[in-house]
Each structure stands twice: as structure tokens, then as C-alpha cells.
Nanobody, 126 residues
């Protein structure tokens, strides 16, 4: 059983940056593909980004390319989401998820993950 705990969410002004972290425990982190998702109030869950087990393949929601960057540190069992030039429409609960299919990012894009965290709130004000 893998436990995922997100941190780093807070309130920020538009144009600012944040880095979210997701710390994993209870499993072999380096064997999981990892993803970030978000859900705004009253909206559907949305895929944000994914990264494979050895961090040599990433994928992003088309609308977020160039502003968001996913990375991971297998030595620290942590995946990160760097978010730049934040906009009010980025306001949401962000959560990370793990997929046992260590290389198939498409699975995460289909919201097929095996574990997920509780999320961290990001609020962007104009």
C-alpha cells in the first residue's frame, strides 16, 4: 500500500509561482509512474501532468504546457509540480497519483491510477 501526501499549496497572486510536492511511502516509489491532477469547485477532475518511473518521459495537459513542469526524485520518494505564471483559473485542489504501470503515462491520462493523495489547495487571486 502506497501513501501519498501532497504539500506546498497556498494562496498566491496571479503571475506567481508555486512548487508542489508529493511524498510517497509504503511502496517502491521508483517503480511507479506518477501524475498530478486537479479539481476545481464544481468542475470535473483534470489531468495536469505525468512522469514515468525514471523521469525520461513526461506528458502534460496541452493547455498547461510551458507553464507547469513535473519532476521526481526517486532518492527522496517525491514527485514535484513546478507551476509558473499562475492564473486564477489554476485555482483547484491538486493531488498526486501513482500507477503501477511504470512507463505507461497514457494510463494516468485516463485517470487509471492505483493510489492517490488527499490533495493540497492552490488558490490564485487576481
Amino acid at each position: 500500500q502506497v501513501q501519498l501526501v501532497e504539500s506546498g499549496g497556498r494562496s498566491v497572486q496571479a503571475g506567481g509561482s508555486l512548487r508542489l510536492s508529493c511524498a510517497a511511502s509504503g511502496g517502491t516509489f521508483s517503480t511507479y509512474a506518477m501524475g498530478w491532477f486537479r479539481q476545481a469547485p464544481g468542475k470535473e477532475r483534470e489531468f495536469v501532468a505525468a512522469i514515468n518511473w525514471r523521469a525520461d518521459n513526461t506528458d502534460y495537459a496541452e493547455s498547461l504546457k510551458g507553464r507547469f513542469t513535473i519532476s521526481r526524485d526517486n532518492g527522496k520518494n517525491t514527485v514535484y509540480l513546478q507551476m509558473n505564471t499562475l492564473k486564477p483559473e489554476d485555482t483547484a485542489v491538486y493531488f498526486c497519483a501513482a500507477s503501477r504501470d511504470w512507463s505507461d503515462l497514457a494510463r494516468l491520462k485516463r485517470y487509471e491510477y492505483d493510489y492517490r493523495g488527499q490533495g493540497t489547495q492552490v488558490t490564485v487571486s487576481s
